[in-house]
């Protein structure tokens, strides 16, 4: 069910290029076109036309394809109205007419009485449909706002982190400076896309590639390093959280356990990194970033380092190293 308001004017109205191009136009019912979208599912409305109406969704989206419409032809030149008007009794969302076909003189009609928003699409019904739901899972996708910087590193979705001064903008401007990207700073939005995928961008896409660096000001990332340095939107793939050092904090040394972050249902990994003057952040970052790498290749560092010493314990070398060769023999 969607959580926001989005009518059948915002879908028309929506800017999608390329594989996300939906191709609508309306036909008739243009005061049908307020109406809300509160199922984000689609119908074929096959039964329906039939006079079956029974658990019929009407308050989904009503697709017609080659069949629907030749059925309604065959309506319209047996002069039975009266299906469609029984059909548009139950006020339908909207429907959709997918590979540019029109719905009969009678059908259009109708819907212009009843307000129900009639659309044409030249899109096939099964790709139609495919776009659709990929679309309705982004603009209807959980989301909420972080503080932090947000960059992808060797192809990895990474954020930043900590509190305020703690000096994310600062190893974020070093990273770019190393042919990084920019996604978004200090305000991050992020969404949840098919309830396992953390996707980060901008919270105001004006904004979201300036940074502002303590003692110089707002920057133009786009400005200052070209547009090849920022991207507009990236999965979150490891959460980096700098913090000020504590010597009484035991740090992960060997990096057994892998921590985790839950964003909005998701776990996440995550670490941290301890800040401190002479610590090369932006290049423990970049190791970060290429061991997570690594692991989703099936390589994990730690693990393979652990299998190498108990298998160096097991033949013995350890105890002449230990106990040196007189003791142990």
Not at 16 to 27: I, Q, R, T
């Amino acid at each position: 069910m969607a959580e926001k308001k989005f009518t059948i004017l915002d879908l028309i109205n929506l800017e999608l290029s390329g594989y996300d191009a939906l191709n609508l136009k309306c036909v008739a019912g243009r005061r049908g076109l307020s109406r809300e979208l509160s199922d984000t599912s689609i119908n074929r409305p096959g039964l329906g036309l039939c006079g079956f109406f029974e658990f019929f969704p009407r308050s989904r989206i009503q697709l017609f394809g080659s069949s629907e419409v030749a059925y309604l032809n065959r309506l319209y030149a047996e002069n039975r109205t009266d299906t469609i008007r029984q059909f548009f009794t139950y006020d339908i969302l909207c429907c959709i007419f997918s590979l540019g076909q029109e719905p009969t003189a009678d059908f259009l009609e109708i819907a212009e009485e009843v307000s129900c928003a009639v659309l044409i699409t030249d899109l096939e019904p099964s790709e139609f449909m495919a776009r659709l739901m990929r679309i309705f899972s982004n603009i209807f996708a959980p989301r909420k706002t972080l503080h932090g910087v947000f960059l992808e590193v060797y192809g990895v979705g990474i954020m930043l982190s900590g509190h305020s001064g703690v000096g994310k903008s600062e190893t974020a401007l070093e990273l770019l400076e190393r042919g990084h990207r920019l996604v978004a700073d200090d305000i991050v939005e992020i969404r949840c896309v098919n309830g396992n995928m953390i996707l980060g961008s901008g919270a105001n896409t004006l904004m979201s590639h300036h940074m502002e660096i303590r003692g110089l000001g707002i920057i133009n990332v786009a400005q200052l390093y070209g547009i090849g340095a920022i991207r507009e939107q990236k999965e979150v793939q490891l959460v980096v959280n700098l913090e000020e050092w504590d010597s009484e904090k035991i740090y992960d040394r060997i990096g057994m356990a892998q921590k985790t972050v839950n964003l909005l249902g998701v776990e996440i990994p995550t670490i941290d990194i301890p800040v401190r003057p002479g610590r090369n952040l932006p290049v423990i970052i970049e190791a970060a970033a290429m061991n997570i790498r690594l692991k989703k290749m099936g390589y994990n560092s730690a693990r393979d380092f652990n299998k190498n010493v108990l298998r160096w314990i097991e033949t013995g070398d350890a105890q002449v190293a230990y106990y040196g060769t007189e003791d142990y023999y």
